[in-house]
């Protein structure tokens, strides 16, 4: 890259194949959307496959390029037939980012063997399985911007949080030590980290006045996140304007975890 690029070019994704799993909903669909909308072909991958065509109908309304996939991470070879067939279609992967995630909320004594097993299968192996399936691509190709979705609930939890924020601690850590592996093959690995994004799933928290205002409050910003608040770090790590960030987990949290009360002293 020149010592002075054009510097309105850098969040160009021309050109470039980016996938999105969990691209049907959420997160994962203003982050199909975004890339599109910067130049991208989005492979759009989802459990649901009705989802994920419904993103592509979004984006190619908007003069986007868009394929809709299935894939089940919970499932190594759904993962592996996911990204050949990406790779066979499109000739490379230029761009990951991963969504999928559950959480149960329960007490660590009162959780089973199953729900822990559910939990991390797919919070963190689905991780796993994906990035290990398109790092081999990436790296072959000696290029790529792989994007996990960490939380800041790997940083901080509240009773009933420990397992699924144990599993989000630990794709940061699978980010730093990826991160140093892919290097040498011109791959930069990075995690995403939000706090409180309205979605479909936690439309029931938000229903409730208590509780919506609870959590609300306890971001700096006051309020939650929108997921078209979500695209803009996604197209920053995805893009050259993030050359030089790999390793890192990047919180876009509105100030949850640079808050520690809300009393607020005199000066």
Do not use: C
């Amino acid at each position: 890259m020149s010592e002075h690029p054009d510097y309105r070019a850098l969040f160009d994704l021309t050109g470039r194949v980016a996938l999105v799993v969990g691209g049907g909903s959420g997160i994962g669909q203003a982050s199909a959307l975004a890339l599109a909308a910067h130049g991208a072909r989005v492979a759009v991958a989802d459990v649901d496959v009705a989802t994920a065509e419904a993103t592509v109908a979004l984006i190619t309304k908007r003069r986007g390029s868009a394929s809709g996939h299935h894939v089940d991470v919970r499932d190594t070879e759904s993962v592996d037939r996911l990204v050949a067939l990406v790779q066979a279609q499109e000739r490379r992967i230029d761009v990951l980012v991963d969504m999928p995630a559950i959480n149960i909320r329960k007490r660590l004594v009162d959780y089973t063997d199953e729900e822990f097993d559910r939990v991390v299968d797919l919070n963190l192996k689905g991780t796993f399985r994906v990035a290990r399936a398109v790092g081999k691509v990436m790296a072959a190709q000696r290029f790529g911007s792989m994007i996990l979705m960490s939380s800041m609930r790997g940083t901080q939890v509240e009773p009933g949080q420990s397992i699924y924020g144990s599993t989000k601690a630990a794709i940061s850590l699978l980010v730093k030590g990826l991160a140093s592996e892919m290097a040498e093959y011109n791959v930069r690995v990075n995690a995403l980290a939000p706090s409180i994004v309205a979605t479909a799933i936690n439309a029931v928290i938000r229903e409730n006045p208590v509780w919506n205002e609870a959590l609300a409050s306890r971001t700096a910003l006051g309020r939650w996140s929108r997921t078209s608040e979500m695209a803009g770090p996604i197209v920053f790590l995805a893009s050259d304007a993030a050359s030089y960030v790999t390793g890192t987990t990047l919180f876009a949290d509105g100030g949850w975890t640079v808050v520690d009360g809300r009393y607020k002293p005199p000066i």
